[in-house]
């Protein structure tokens, strides 16, 4: 079993950074990012595997965001720089026990999602 737990959301402008933290409770995971906006599907952000060593992104935040994990401290992170209005969405951090995926039905184990509104 998992538990995830993300934070670090919030309201900001064009251009800002936030980082977002996922407090992981459990197994080891294979884990990434994904975001939803009301009436779309849930869309992937970025993976990372267990130990921390492989590491991969959607199109659309590759060069501006980054996802880490500190194994130590059970932590997940998503770094996001040069945030854009179209980043607005809820985001998940979410767990697979087995093979690293895009697909969110593949992931067995999400967090509660945290709200990152970037304003123009």
């Known amino acids: 079993q998992v538990q995830l737990a993300e934070s670090g959301g919030g309201l900001v402008q064009a251009g800002d950074s936030l980082r977002l933290s996922c407090a992981a409770s459990?197994?080891?995971?294979?884990a990434a990012w994904f975001r939803q906006v009301p009436g779309k599907e849930r869309e992937f952000v970025a993976r990372?595997?267990?130990?921390?060593?492989?590491?991969y992104y959607a199109d659309s935040v590759s060069g501006r965001f980054i996802i880490s994990r500190d194994n130590a401290k059970n932590m997940v992170f998503l770094q996001m720089n040069s945030l854009k209005p179209e980043d607005t969405a809820v985001y998940f951090c979410?767990?697979?026990?087995?093979?690293?995926?895009?697909?969110?039905?593949?992931?067995?184990?999400w967090g509660q999602g945290t709200q990152v509104t970037v304003s123009s």
């Open positions: 990372i595997d267990r130990s921390g060593g492989t590491r």
């Open positions: 459990g197994s080891s995971f294979n």
């Open positions: 979410a767990g697979a026990l087995f093979a690293l995926t895009r697909t969110p039905g593949d992931y067995r184990y």
